[in-house]
């Protein structure tokens, strides 16, 4: 790989508005000639001993490799050697990786942009005559909009959070009434009657039953706050809390609501700050794609029998070519070098099942281009990883209409 210009922490590491930076790339399309998109996983165990960084190198030279293959010319060829060369400087500096559990890089002539992402479906690199924002877009549209509520037994704070940062709204706080401290040692000692004392503890258990109430009127005040908000457009929301107290708030929302639920954070309400929110909430949309991945291969063994879901690498993709395809799975660690037919636009494993549908056109892994295909038919794409990925052969799908006997 030629020696590429270094790319400085701060010359790309500015996200902007995935809106305009979605818009701008849209609005390219083919002018550019070529643009090379990376999607780059940055999770905890990709983050250890840098292994990020040895596999991406490896997919940025066989990338390199395909060019001859995808019919650039020379002159192209070295510009977008050096634009690879680019995204591989870029991943040297690790204050541009701070705070992100997944990149989207785009970088063509003039162009290098760089958004930061919750999580990434699978680390990839691909060189196309277009950006390949697929799965870009699919986040915008699919909770990257989270309503966060942090409360305590005084007082509730709401979090607009999004990709990029998060917004504190306006909060709501207990009456006065509920903010008493302890039940004194004097109280505890009891009123005199009769110029005797009580015994030890009279009133306590009023007292406490009081403080109880209060709590529950106070959350179910939050509860209607938080449920009036989540109907402003937001695609699910996080609760926090201290301690075990930390879910209290779920026992007041409907349960339609709590359907959106995307997870649960322990922390001290009045003290969090709006970006350790935004961050610890990212993790927890990271987390909950994964459970959904999670639950897609279980619903596909339940579907499997009904002929609702169908499995195998040529079998999914035909599925994929007729529209078929209401949730795709995708084992993470399959990679399927293939074809695409050039008329039909029918991606293969295999060159004979091209025959009749044009010139069958090489494709490094028909896998991510896949994703792609099942993300611009708004088709779900579940990423399954470890022992659940082993319940499918490589590609499976969960179907819009049932197979044909």
Known sequence: MSMA???????????????????????????????????????????????????????????????????????????????????????????????ARGLAIFAAPKLFRVVPLPY?????????????????????????RVLAVVADRR?????????????????????????????HAAQRAGPRQGGSHVGPGYGEYRFQNRIREEKERHLARVAEHAQGLLR???DGFVVGGIGVAADALLAHLHPSVRDRLVGVLQLAPRKVSAAEIQSRTMELVADHAQRRAEDAAEEFRARLPERWAIDGVEATL????????????????????????????????????????????????????????????????????????????????????????
């Not at 060189?127 to 870009?136: A, K, Q, S, W």
């Not at 293969?348 to 025959?355: D, K, T, V, Y």
């Not at 896998?367 to 579940?382: F, P, T, Y």
Request: hydrophobic share 40%; with cysteine.
């Open 5 to 99: 210009r270094t790319v400085s922490p701060s010359s790309s590491r500015r996200p902007g508005d995935v809106a305009g930076t979605l818009a701008e790339l849209l609005a390219r399309g083919d002018k550019a000639g070529w643009v090379v998109t990376c999607y780059q996983k940055l999770e905890p165990g990709d983050r250890a001993g840098e292994k990020y960084r040895i596999k991406l190198k490896n997919r940025l030279r066989a990338a390199e490799d395909r060019l001859d293959v995808l019919g650039y010319s020379h002159a192209e060829k070295a510009a977008i050697q050096e634009a690879l060369g680019k995204i591989e400087d870029f991943f040297r500096f690790r204050s541009n990786l701070m705070g």
């Open 120 to 144: 990434v479906l699978r680390s990839r690199v691909i060189v196309d005559r277009t950006p390949v924002v697929g799965e870009l877009v699919a986040l915008t549209e699919e909770g990257t």
């Open 155 to 183: 007082s509730a704070r709401f979090f607009d959070v999004g990709l990029f940062g998060a917004t504190e709204l306006d909060g709501v706080a207990a009456p006065e009434s509920s903010r008493g401290g302890r039940f």
């Open 232 to 234: 402003a457009g937001f």
């Open 318 to 405: 035909r599925a994929l070519a007729r529209g078929q395809v209401r949730t795709l799975l995708v084992d993470h660690d399959a990679r399927v070098p293939g074809y695409r037919c050039s008329t039909s636009g029918c991606l293969s494993e295999s060159l004979a099942l091209c025959r009749g549908e044009g010139e069958p056109l090489p494709v490094a892994d028909v896998v991510d281009d896949a994703i792609e295909d099942a993300l611009r038919q708004r088709a779900h794409v579940a990423v399954v990883r470890g022992a659940p990925a082993k319940r499918f052969d490589r590609l499976a799908a969960i179907l819009r209409f049932r197979l044909a006997k």
